[in-house]
Nanobody, 119 residues
Framework: QVQLVESGGGLVQPGGSLRLSCAAS????????VGWYRQAPGKQRELVAI???????NYGDAVKGRFTISRDNAKNTVDLQMVSLKPEDTAVYYC?????????????WGQGTQVTVSS
């Protein structure tokens, strides 16, 4: 059994910062690429940032230069540092991870964490 749990969301003023964390636990043989996605009301889920097992990163155009994704392979965690937040960053943020277990490899989703940017 594998679990992905996001944490760190909340309410922040425009220009503020938040740090989200995604923790994977369970019968994990390897944690491969991990991505953060977000979905705002009435909009499609979009990629925010992704990091490979080797540390290569890629970012959505809307967050380049403001968000930083990082990982701790020893702890099976992936963080998303967000600075200079804007109201349009308001969304539910989800973690998605490619995980290999004894039963094979597939992608898992977390339950999401709400980020609200408002004055």
């Amino acid at each position: 059994q594998v679990q992905l749990v996001e944490s760190g969301g909340g309410l922040v003023q425009p220009g503020g910062s938040l740090r989200l964390s995604c923790a994977a636990s369970g019968s994990i043989l390897s944690l491969n690429a991990v991505g953060w996605y977000r979905q705002a009301p009435g909009k499609q889920r979009e990629l925010v940032a992704i990091i490979t097992s080797g540390g290569t990163t890629n970012y959505g155009d809307a967050v380049k230069g403001r968000f930083t994704i990082s990982r701790d392979n020893a702890k099976n965690t992936v963080d998303l540092q967000m600075v200079s937040l804007k109201p349009e960053d308001t969304a539910v943020y989800y973690c998605n991870a490619a995980i290999k277990t004894n039963w094979g490899s597939r992608n898992y989703w977390g339950q999401g964490t709400q980020v609200t940017v408002s004055s």
